[in-house]
């Protein structure tokens, strides 16, 4: 004789909850897709915000070049430099310039001692595609007569 396989019929009852599966799952999506798109608007603000502050640091490094060359034009100790000057293959400061102005010389006088007044300004401006950063430095200087 063989032996008779039993099969059990297992009847189910109707489900109460209906598509509720669903719901959550859609619900589940929803939010993660949410969060997908918080995750990377945060994350490309965070990039302009590094952009910003490397070009921020280029032009007060071109701002910087331009106090300088003033100061050493004002003093006669040489820079050839014009007022205006674009930086061309100097590394780190690529698409970057200054400006600068020396104000018209004050004499003071104090008792006996005459001193001579001035002000240096400079801007720096670094430029990467749209984005334009300037940054301006200004510095007195008294000299003594």
Aim: with cysteine; glycine share 8%.
């Amino acid at each position: 004789m063989c032996p008779r396989s039993h099969y059990v019929n297992i009847t189910t009852k109707p489900s109460t909850q209906r598509g509720s599966m669903l719901i959550i799952a859609l619900f589940v999506i929803i939010v993660l897709g949410l969060l997908g798109l918080t995750m990377t608007r945060l994350l490309s603000s965070s990039s302009e915000a590094i952009i910003h502050e490397v070009l921020g640091q280029r032009a007060l490094n071109a701002a910087r070049a331009g106090i300088n060359c003033a100061v050493a034009k004002q003093l006669g100790t040489g820079c050839v430099n014009p007022s205006i000057k674009t930086f061309i293959g100097v590394a780190g400061l690529e698409n970057c310039s200054y400006e600068y102005e020396i104000s018209t010389p004050r004499s003071i006088v104090d008792e006996s001692k005459k001193f001579t007044y001035w002000t240096f300004n400079s801007t720096g401006q670094c430029r990467v595609g749209n984005t334009i950063v300037t940054r301006s430095i200004y510095i007195d200087t008294i000299e003594a007569s």
